[in-house]
């Protein structure tokens, strides 16, 4: 008898250590895992940020830009929207800042793009008024807000009284009529960067495809512009060796070539193109905007609070998409030749990029590319 109970205890002693021991690897497990996990998802964050700092984003064509740079419409428009809705007059910080300057321009305005492809809206910084963007932007764009959760809103018009919001998106489709082909990757800014993808097409691609590449002007393989058609009308300019000190510039001089150029306008058959896919997606908050005052017309002083714009693109050998999204919100303190010679059109350094509708001079979109490894992803 004393043999057995001996015998049970040691088997019961081997099962607890076991359960022991069997939980204790399990939670190292998975604590590990839990570390990963927030290990991958700051890296994330960390190669957002990176990617974000790395690319600067201007509210205007009239900022000053070097490297690599954006610029979309939005902005913009949030911007005219505040003034015609509310300040009715320039806004004026103390001291005056370069982009409010610019921005007080209206170089860009809501006719300089369909109406389909935008939707726009100003109120008080109600969660009624949020709801009524979703609403619009779910029925227009089938898209939803990324910007929205950004913002204080309030439930009723007294608590949101003397708070104001602009909002504007931007969404169009760019869809090539024949595909352009994948081309072998390669290197981009003389071997800076390798194995970067690209498309366009060879030498002996169908006419078909070329043809949806005019080139506006070409003085040699390394000054150049071409101009790619989409089938909903939006043309798609791109400039290598850009020369400018803002996207104002480097497009008046795309223009200024583009007059005094007499040669083909079409690829050749001995003539090629490639340029890089693009693929990126930016948040940019507008700091330097927020927390100043600004007086309205009849002398109401009122400051922004938020000032956030994205910006996502993407382009391959099909074509593409661009989004943008603008949000201000602002509070009043008081309420009161070479014909023969081959042309090979290779994007595979510097190079800007316009977007703009037939029949409209201004561009609503724009891009200066240096590190191409930013803008692929």
Same mark, same amino acid.
């Given at each position: !008898?004393?043999?057995?109970?001996? %015998?049970?205890? @040691?088997?019961?002693? @081997?099962?607890?250590? #076991?359960?022991? =021991?069997?939980?204790?690897?399990?939670?190292?497990?998975? /604590?590990? *895992? $839990? =570390? *990963?996990? &927030? &290990?991958?998802?700051?890296?994330k964050e960390k190669k957002e940020d990176s990617i974000n700092m790395a690319i600067s984003v201007v509210p205007t064509m009239s900022d000053s830009i070097s490297g690599n740079s954006i610029w979309c419409? %939005?902005?913009?428009? @949030?911007? *005219?929207?505040?003034?015609?809705? +509310?300040?009715?007059?320039?806004?004026?910080?103390n001291p005056q800042q370069t982009m409010a300057k610019n921005l007080n321009k209206k170089e860009f305005k809501a006719k300089d793009i369909s109406e389909d492809d935008y939707y726009k809206t100003f109120g008080l910084q109600t969660k009624e008024l949020k709801e009524t963007i979703e609403k619009a932007i779910k029925e227009k764009f089938d898209e939803t807000s990324d910007v929205l959760n950004n913002v204080e809103w309030y439930d009723t018009e007294?608590? &949101?009284?003397?708070?104001?919001? &602009?909002? #504007?998106?931007?969404?169009?489709?760019?869809?090539?009529?024949? $595909?352009f082909i994948d081309l072998k990757p390669s290197e981009f800014e003389n071997g800076a960067y390798e194995n970067i993808k690209y498309f366009g097409v060879k030498t002996d691609t169908d006419n078909k495809v070329k043809r949806q590449i005019e080139i506006l002007y070409y003085k040699n393989d390394e000054d150049f512009a071409v101009k790619l058609s989409t089938k909903e009308g939006e043309n798609i300019i791109l400039c290598n060796r850009p020369e400018g000190d803002t996207f104002k510039e480097i497009y008046n001089n795309i223009n200024k070539n583009k007059k005094s150029y007499k040669g083909s306008k079409v690829l050749g058959k001995i003539d090629d193109f490639k340029m890089p896919n693009l693929k990126f997606d930016i948040l940019r908050t507008y700091d330097e905007l927020c927390g100043k005052e600004f007086k309205e017309k009849d002398g109401t002083i009122d400051k922004i609070n938020t000032a956030i714009q994205t910006i996502q693109l993407e382009l391959?050998?099909?074509?593409? !998409?661009?989004? /943008?999204? /603008?949000? %201000? =919100?602002?509070?009043? /303190?008081?309420? $009161?030749? *070479? +014909? $023969? +010679?081959?042309?090979?059109?290779?994007?595979?350094?510097?190079? #800007? !990029?316009?977007? @703009?509708?037939?029949?409209k001079n201004t561009p609503y979109y724009a891009s200066k590319i240096t590190d191409i490894t930013k803008f692929q992803k």
């Open positions: !008898m004393k043999k057995k109970i001996i %015998t049970f205890l @040691v088997i019961v002693l @081997v099962i607890v250590l #076991a359960i022991i =021991t069997q939980r204790i690897i399990f939670n190292k497990i998975d /604590s590990e *895992n $839990n =570390t *990963n996990i &927030a &290990a991958e998802e700051e890296n419409g %939005t902005f913009q428009l @949030v911007w *005219n929207e505040m003034i015609d809705k +509310k300040v009715k007059q320039d806004i004026i910080f007294e608590q &949101a009284y003397g708070k104001y919001t &602009a909002y #504007a998106i931007l969404k169009k489709i760019l869809t090539f009529e024949y $595909n391959d050998k099909k074509g593409g !998409m661009l989004k /943008s999204e /603008s949000i %201000t =919100t602002f509070e009043s /303190s008081g309420v $009161n030749n *070479n +014909k $023969n +010679k081959p042309k090979h059109l290779y994007l595979d350094d510097s190079f #800007a !990029m316009f977007l @703009v509708e037939d029949g």
